[in-house]
């Protein structure tokens, strides 16, 4: 969070997280186009995102200018360094989860690199706004959204279903992540 508040201004930086496929460059690409966005992509081959994906959004509330640098992680593992990278300075997250039966282990196990990621740079997953979004719920095996609730579950945070390639859900998941970060930032300048 860079606040300066001679100008007004804070900058918050939001990261889109989780496993491969599980639909991040989709949300910033409907983000992107529901707000008239023009988004960033470096570097993707066919649909895998293999540096990251980034837009900037721009909020007036309080007198006060947000602006929210969004990024999404490229999910495969091999691009761990990049992923790494650019949780650098991250704000609050969105962890996207695909809803299939098939990808639930995955999904699990990804929580814990998130918080390996989030430790790197000295933070943890209670001292950081994060919203889960249970994407792909239009998926033939979704799971249950009561089970997901219960295997894909990080204590204390909020989560909202979507269906990032229709668009449903994409700007209530961003709506609630700054939200978060808009709370963060009243309780910091009091
Ligand atoms: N059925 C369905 N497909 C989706 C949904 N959201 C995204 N997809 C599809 O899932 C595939 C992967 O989406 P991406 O947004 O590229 O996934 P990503 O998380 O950025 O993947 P990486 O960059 O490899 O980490 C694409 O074919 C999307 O069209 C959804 O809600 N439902
Ligand atoms: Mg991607």
New binding site residues.
Partial sequence: MLIDSSRGTVRFKVV?H??????????I?QLAKQSGLDMLSFD?KG????VF?FITKKLRTDGFTLTFSIY?????DIYKDIRRMVMRGVDAVVF?V?SSERRLSENREFIRILEEDLRLYGKDLEGTPVVIQY?????PDALPLEVLQREVHIPGKKSIE?????G?GVSETFDLVAQELQEKFRKMVG
């Fill in positions: 889109y989780g496993i491969a496929m599980s639909g991040k460059t989709t949300n690409e993707t649909e895998r995102t293999l994906d999404t992680i490229p999910g495969q996207v695909d994407n792909k719920r239009d998926l979507a269906v990032a390639v229709q449903k």
